[in-house]
């Protein structure tokens, strides 16, 4: 399923942005999805993720209480709704999405990927 993100930007610390990830394909409510990290000279990190059904949610500490990941299964789109945002989530967010049904932590479970968008924070 070609994943596309989109939404990134700069934006000054404390600031807000909402990044979208739109799927194509027939079976995108059947799937676990998630949204990672990497910024640069680091690897790759997961960020949120999201069940099937979007019941299911899980963050890493860093975002809890400040980022929120749904979806939207009618629109074969997911979000990630980014408040509080702080220098350190500068990065590039990519999107994820896995034919498991419940989302993962570990990047090697994803079939799919999104090409990534830059997020910026400035301080």
């Known amino acids: 399923v070609p994943l596309q993100a989109y939404g990134g930007g700069l934006v000054q610390a404390g600031g807000s942005l909402r990044l979208a990830c739109a799927a194509s394909?027939?079976?995108?409510?059947?799937?676990?999805l998630g949204w990672f990290r990497q910024a640069p000279g680091k690897e790759r990190e997961f960020v949120a993720g999201?069940?099937?059904?979007?019941?299911?949610?899980h963050y890493t500490d860093s975002v809890k209480g400040r980022f929120t990941i749904f979806r939207h299964n009618s629109e074969n789109t997911f979000y990630l709704q980014m408040n509080n945002l702080k220098p350190e989530d500068t990065a590039v967010y990519y999107c994820a999405a896995r034919g498991g049904r419940y989302y993962s932590t570990k990047i090697g479970e994803y079939d799919y990927w999104g090409q990534g968008t830059q997020v910026t924070v400035s301080s």
């Open positions: 394909g027939r079976r995108f409510s059947a799937y676990g």
């Open positions: 999201v069940s099937w059904r979007g019941d299911l949610t």
